[in-house]
């Protein structure tokens, strides 16, 4: 009988470990949607590629651009040279720039 209160929270353990990992899990489709409406939507995007852990996108009008949107999204730095962005997003840029690829 006491093996089986064991068993019980061991079940228990295993199934809040769980939720707590898919709580913290990003949901990177959801980022790179923000990000296009962020850059001024999917016509105002020339073209991107990634860099390490750059994101770099040309943008037909870098005014249309929201700057502080990208920056709370969790961006760790942006420079701007013309028309182009420069987004330092880290080791989550190969993960969305597949996401983004899916949405093209």
């Known amino acids: 009988m006491e093996y089986i209160k064991y068993i019980v929270i061991a079940i228990l353990l295993i199934i809040v470990a769980i939720a707590i990992i898919r709580s913290k899990k990003k949901d990177f489709e959801l980022d790179a949607n923000k990000l296009i409406k962020y850059l001024g939507g999917k016509d105002n995007v020339v ?58």
């Not at 870098?62 to 700057?67: G, R, W, Y």
């Not at 701007?80 to 690829?101: H, V």
């Open 47 to 104: 073209s991107y590629e990634v860099n390490k852990s750059r994101f770099i996108v040309t943008l037909n009008d870098v005014s249309k651009a929201d700057k502080d949107a990208i920056q709370k999204m969790g961006a760790k730095g942006i420079l701007e040279i013309d028309n182009q962005l420069k987004i330092i997003l880290g080791s989550d840029a190969d993960k969305i720039i597949k996401c983004i690829n899916d949405l093209k």
